[in-house]
């Protein structure tokens, strides 16, 4: 089969769970709901069919499992926002369709990833000054500073300075990845390079730091300084880095523990969330409490306690931060699993495609997009789950929020562009080399295909 | 640079097995105690989507039905206070009590056969309805037990002597389980202890309504016949301890009749002391005192002393119902119902039968024996002792016309206030349809202000 069908049909389990999880929610709240509610569903079909046939189209080699896995971790989120208040999935369906065109503009803007390099400090400048309108006049919502509120519109620019700082930072490093893995000297047996060359470290430590204390958000600042020091440690291969790094790290997370009460807060929820259970720990006890309902396989969809008899939802921000919970209350354990496999085989396929990749700066921006992604989705359910101190943040393609929904989707098609690069250079290097008889050009197609 | 990211994906692998550790420990390892966290009002959520049985009266009143509110039901007593306290409540905050929680598994469906169609209308995505119960209790006799004790401290019970099946159950005060959510507070500070069931909970000195236990003994070790003869000079002396008879009175020269049908203490304390503390203690037991109530509503344990520890003073004071003698309301209410049924206690019961939601009986109460302290031909002896109570001696007040009741008063001294009031009898004699005890707190006599209430009850159980 070839890569563009294997796609189509690992689309099915989409296209199933749409069709069923609409249906079931449908009957299980039938007096609530209406009929047209169901078209919901076909929108998200049409979706999907038009981003296939968009990736056939331009990027056909790529990556066939990507979208697949973002199809199911979408239908899923849509699924449950319908179950949670039918109007949010609504609008939810509605940033998909702008994440699509966004999807598509970026695999037809995109022809080579390496244009990216020319503008590489204007990514980076835009992705600091979306990060720096957000400290300044960003709005305070459940603890953190990461929302822009314009009228109607509730924008988070840290979703998208996320890709964009990524892009920089792949960008930079491809330029100083040599002089960084140059080293003089060894202490201790580990190779210590000269100071000056811990100077992207200590850029990427205290652009945390800052984070921090301006957005006040823990999560977003483990998020950018988790997928820095990764792009740090594969552009070198240096471990060396990363030791500094989590040392850097932990020691500024601590200080900062002491001199701020928000970060003290968290962490002090987090360690013991029962002390205030109907106070500061509402929501993390709340969430316990959802999964511990849900059990192994779920009470079902829209069976679940998730809205209160006021009509609020059980947990304040339900569908976005806690939309895990919700997936644990109703589909259980083995729900839960599947997500977190889903993100899973999205980060294995998104590291493949970094390793096919044949230029570094590809290499280098597939592991940051990827790392950033696996990230983001680690925090969030770790959060919800007790597993680290709970911060505000999306879980990707699942939580209802445009600009995450966006932001995603332009991550997914920069990987997806990336792909279909590596899988072209591969062919034309297999080319080059079955023109000049080193290899069969048979065993090359027949590779590729599977 | 392979090699670093295929690193980097296992550190991803290690998170994201952490993630899954972390989700299993807390979705099954400690799941099972999260669900009864105090903090978790799941499980009360859970059962608001369960449509609870109807609770329905002999005389087919409903005293508990449901209000629905979006997919949930709210539980509402069109009765209020009156239905308690054997009704009990079924509270979100507070949980349940009475009625509503011993047969909470009928009630929300999850007895029995129900139980499977309950979990297939689960699957199906329904909402379960629960059995509904058809008590034993008339809500006719209930009110007017009610109205008739009023506002006094104190408790009633009607019931069939024959079968056990409770007529009615009155305590006072008492709570609206209709505001309990608003009222709790109040009513755990209330002195009064309106939360008390005094019915079933309450102990109390039973006074001269546990001369029937006295008597039983006395006839039926062959002490006593009804016109063995005594003599009263207004008290007697045992071992220190004076026995006066209520109101100081003398009556001179009088057979055993006379004696029980006027409550003379001095020739039960006589009789008592010549039984002895062991005979005592043993019919006492015989009737029920140390032993649980036999149904599932519970109640206090009544109590006699250990024969052991008892000298004549003792005894004496036992054979009048004072000293350390506690009975529950409904202890003496049985007590009577052995005289009224041939010398048979039937155990007590609430529910006659359970009924599914499409009108099935599914469940019912067969009537059965609990203990036999006498004989058929002593309770008949008894009978015509009790009859004479009525008829002209202190419970004159009870007499209904046209029916013949028997009853025994009681007047039981405390320590601190004026004398329970108690009255314990049955009618029609000839044939018992109904049993009833009061006692009034602090009420005074038995005859003047038990009797009457016993007699009210008793034309409403009878329809007159």
């Not at chain 1, 966004?102 to 400090?121: E, P, W």
């Not at chain 2, 015509?384 to 002209?392: A, P």
């Amino acid at each position: 089969m070839s890569v563009r069908n294997r796609e189509l049909v690992f689309l099915l389990p989409a296209l199933v769970l749409t069709t069923l999880g609409f249906a079931l929610v449908y009957t299980v709240k039938s007096e609530t709901l209406s009929w047209s509610s169901l078209t919901y569903g076909l929108l998200f079909l049409a979706l999907f069919a038009i981003a296939h046939l968009g990736r056939r189209f331009l990027v056909p080699d790529a990556d066939p499992y990507l979208l697949p896995v973002t199809a199911l971790l979408s239908t899923l989120g849509l699924l449950l926002l319908y179950r949670i208040d039918p109007d949010l999935a609504l609008k939810q369906a509605m940033w998909l369709v702008v994440g699509l065109v966004a999807f598509l503009l970026v695999l037809a803007s995109t022809r080579d990833l390496r244009g990216l390099l020319r503008h590489k400090y204007w990514l980076g400048i835009a992705g600091v000054l979306l990060l720096v309108i957000t400290a300044g006049i960003g709005r305070n919502i459940n603890g953190s500073k990461l929302w822009i509120v314009v009228g109607p519109i509730h924008f988070q620019p840290g979703e998208f300075a996320k890709v964009l700082l990524i892009a920089f930072f792949a960008a930079y490093l491809v330029d100083v990845r040599e002089v960084l893995t140059v080293s003089t000297r060894r202490v201790l047996g580990v190779p210590f390079p000269p100071f000056r060359y811990l100077a992207p470290l200590l850029t990427i430590w205290g652009f945390s730091i800052l984070l921090m204390v301006f957005m006040k958000d823990l999560g977003t600042s483990l998020l950018f300084f988790g997928a820095l020091l990764a792009l740090i440690y594969v552009a070198t291969g240096r471990a060396f880095y990363v030791v500094v790094g989590v040392v850097l790290f932990l020691i500024g997370a601590t200080g900062l523990y002491f001199v701020f009460g928000h970060v003290q807060t968290r962490v002090d929820i987090w360690l013991d969330p029962w002390k205030d259970a109907s106070g500061s720990g509402y929501q993390i006890v709340q969430s316990l409490f959802s999964l511990a309902s849900g059990g192994l396989f779920g009470r079902g969809l829209g069976q679940g306690y998730l809205i209160l008899q006021n009509g609020n939802p059980i947990i304040p921000h339900l569908e976005s931060d806690f939309i895990f919970s919700a997936i644990g209350e109703e589909l259980g354990l083995v729900g839960g699993m599947g997500i977190i496999l889903l993100y899973l085989i999205f980060t294995y396929r998104g590291l493949r495609v970094a390793m096919a990749s044949r230029n570094d700066f590809a290499r280098l921006l597939c592991t940051g997009l990827t790392s950033i992604f696996a990230i983001q989705a680690f925090i969030i359910i770790g959060g919800v789950i007790k597993l680290i101190p709970l911060t505000g943040i999306t879980l990707p393609f699942v939580s209802y929020g445009g600009s995450s929904v966006v932001a995603n989707f332009m991550l997914l098609a920069l990987l997806l562009r990336a792909s279909d690069s590596a899988a072209r250079d591969k062919l034309a290097a297999e080319k080059r080399a079955g023109a000049s008889g080193a290899a069969p050009a048979a065993s090359a197609s027949g590779r590729r295909d599977g | 640079m392979d090699r670093a990211i295929r690193r980097l994906f296992y550190v991803f692998v290690a998170m994201f097995v952490g993630l899954i550790l972390m989700l299993t420990y807390v979705q099954v390892w400690s799941a099972p105690k999260l669900k009864v966290n105090p903090a978790n009002t799941r499980a009360v959520e859970e059962e608001m989507k369960i449509e609870r049985g109807l609770i329905i009266s002999q005389d087919d009143q409903v005293v508990a039905k449901n209000v629905q509110q979006g997919q949930y039901f709210l539980r509402q007593y069109p009765f209020g206070d009156v239905t308690e306290p054997w009704l009990g409540y079924n509270n979100l905050r507070y949980g349940r009590a009475g009625v509503e929680r011993v047969y909470n598994e009928q009630l929300t469906g999850q007895a029995g056969l129900l139980g499977v169609t309950g979990s297939w209308s689960q699957i199906l995505g329904k909402n379960q309805r629960g059995s509904d119960l058809k008590l034993t209790v008339s809500m006719k006799v209930q009110e007017v037990a009610a109205k008739a004790l009023g506002e006094r401290k104190g408790a009633v019970i009607a019931i069939d002597p024959k079968t056990g099946a409770i007529l009615a159950e009155v305590s006072y005060p008492r709570y609206n389980p209709n505001t309990l959510t608003e009222d709790w507070k109040t009513l755990n500070a209330d002195e009064g202890r309106p939360l008390l069931n005094r019915a079933i909970q309450g102990l109390y000195p039973p006074g001269s309504t546990f001369k029937i236990i006295v008597a039983s003994a006395a006839l039926q070790t062959g002490q006593v016949t009804p016109s063995t003869d005594f003599n009263d000079t207004g008290t007697v002396t045992e071992y220190g301890y004076v026995v006066h008879n209520f109101d100081n009175k003398v009556y001179g020269d009088h057979d055993f009749q006379k004696a029980f049908a006027s409550s003379i203490n001095t020739t039960f304390a006589k009789v008592g002391v010549k039984l002895g503390a062991d005979t005592l203690s043993e019919y006492a037991r015989a009737f029920g005192f140390g032993q649980g109530l036999p149904w599932s509503l519970g109640g206090a344990t009544s109590r006699f002393p250990d024969p052991a520890g008892m000298d004549q003073a003792h005894v004496a004071q036992a054979s009048i119902g004072q000293g350390e003698i506690l009975a529950s309301p409904m202890m003496m209410a049985l007590a009577a119902c052995a005289v009224a049924n041939n010398g048979t206690i039937m155990k007590p019961y609430i529910v006659d039968h359970v009924l599914s939601y499409n009108n099935a009986i599914i469940e019912t109460t067969e009537p059965s024996a609990w203990l036999h302290p006498i004989t058929p031909a002593t309770a008949a002896t008894l009978k015509t002792l009790m009859i004479q109570v009525v008829k002209s001696g202190t419970g004159t007040a009870a007499a209904i016309s046209g029916v013949q009741v028997a009853g025994k008063t009681g007047t039981a001294e405390v320590a601190n206030g004026d004398s329970h009031a108690w009255f314990a009898g049955f009618a029609p004699a000839d044939d018992p349809q109904v049993a009833v005890i009061v006692l009034v707190e602090n009420g005074g006599s038995g005859g003047a202000v038990a009797a009457p209430i016993a007699r009210q009850v008793m034309a409403a159980a009878l329809g007159k």
